[in-house]
């Protein structure tokens, strides 16, 4: 029998980085407004938008590649779901992770 945990394991991570990343980055965007009265920086709203934004899509794209390798579906979107999962910064680790356990699974997609 052959083992497939491999793609699920990266896929759970690359799932947990994605969703990381997306609250943060909704944090970053949507709280920078009130953030900007408490600093008295007039364009801070504007800088955390700027930071939160891509790093939400970032979230959004290691989600979808979370799903497609728990699904064992196209290997090239898992890949780079985890790929963008290295990009979000605090949980790095679990991107790097979730990059080596997709590839060492390639074998087990369709």
Known sequence: MKE???ST???ILSIICGSFGMIAGFVFAVLGG???WLVGIPFAARILA????????????AVVGGIYAIRKRAWGLALAGAI???L?????ILGI???VF???GKDEFK
């Open 102 to 104: 997709i590839t060492m």
């Open 84 to 86: 963008c999962a290295l």
């Open 97 to 99: 992770l979730a990059i």
């Open 9 to 11: 394991v990266g896929g």
């Open 88 to 92: 979000i910064p605090p949980p790095f």
């Open 50 to 61: 700027i930071i939160g934004s891509p790093i939400i899509v970032l979230g959004i794209i």
């Open 4 to 6: 497939a945990w491999k």
């Open 34 to 36: 009130s953030i900007t």
